[in-house]
């Protein structure tokens, strides 16, 4: 079971990438942000209690977090590996998720870590705003996922560097050019 993960701030272009991804590597793409977003559309108790926290563009609790995920990962489906999009989101995360990943027989892979620049996250995100209309865009909220990011998942960065799994990709440029360098990241660690 070979897990990727991908790793950047809100607005880098995680989420196109890592669908590709999945999709090249023949994978489930797992987002924990789309997992939520469904219990949340769907009422379910994890939904309910993740509301408050997605809102206001906290992170939701750990222990929602490893069950979602635990159940994810356990799916017939995931049996090959995944690409882990939007977890782990901290080093408690990080750190559940290898305990996690010991009991499953599997390891990570390699960790792609999508860099952009503030400003050109801002505009991602307002354009994003207006295509897709997601609560958690609103301003206030995106200033709030960004301090959250740099405190709270940024570490993560160095976390999986000193463990000599880390990828770094310039997200800069436009999806096609990020897409090939995701790629070539890829094929490399493979
Ligand atoms: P995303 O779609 O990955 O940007 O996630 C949207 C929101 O879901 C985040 O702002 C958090 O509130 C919540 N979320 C997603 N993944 C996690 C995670 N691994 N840990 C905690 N909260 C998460």
């Known amino acids: 079971m070979n897990i990727w ?5 809100p607005g880098a272009g995680k989420g196109t990438q890592a669908v590709t991804m999945a999709g090249d590597l ?8 789309d997992l939520l977003r469904r219990a ?13 926290f997605m ?6 609790p750990d222990e929602v977090l490893l069950d979602l995920v635990r159940g ?7 049996a090959g590996g995944c690409v882990l999009d ?28 999508l860099s952009v620049s503030e400003e050109t996250l801002v505009g991602r995100i307002a ?22 990011y740099e405190e709270q ?9 000193s463990r000599g799994l880390l990828l770094d990709v310039d997200g800069e440029p436009g999806v096609e050019e990020v897409r090939a360098a995701v790629r070539s990241a890829v094929a490399a660690a493979s």
């Open 5 to 9: 993960v991908f790793l950047g701030p």
């Open 153 to 161: 998942t940024a570490p993560l960065v160095v976390h999986y560097r």
């Open 86 to 113: 939007g977890y782990p989101r901290n080093l408690a995360q990080a750190e559940s998720l290898d305990e996690m990943l010991r009991e499953l027989g599997a390891g990570i892979v390699g960790v792609l870590n």
């Open 40 to 52: 949340l559309r769907e009422g379910t108790e994890v939904g309910i209690r993740a509301k408050s």
């Open 72 to 78: 994810r990962l356990t799916s017939d489906d995931a």
């Open 26 to 33: 023949g994978m489930p793409h797992v987002s924990t942000g």
């Open 55 to 60: 809102d206001a563009g906290d992170l939701v």
């Open 127 to 148: 354009g994003r705003r207006s295509d897709e209309s997601r609560v958690d865009d609103a301003a206030e909220t995106v200033r709030n996922r960004m301090r959250v």
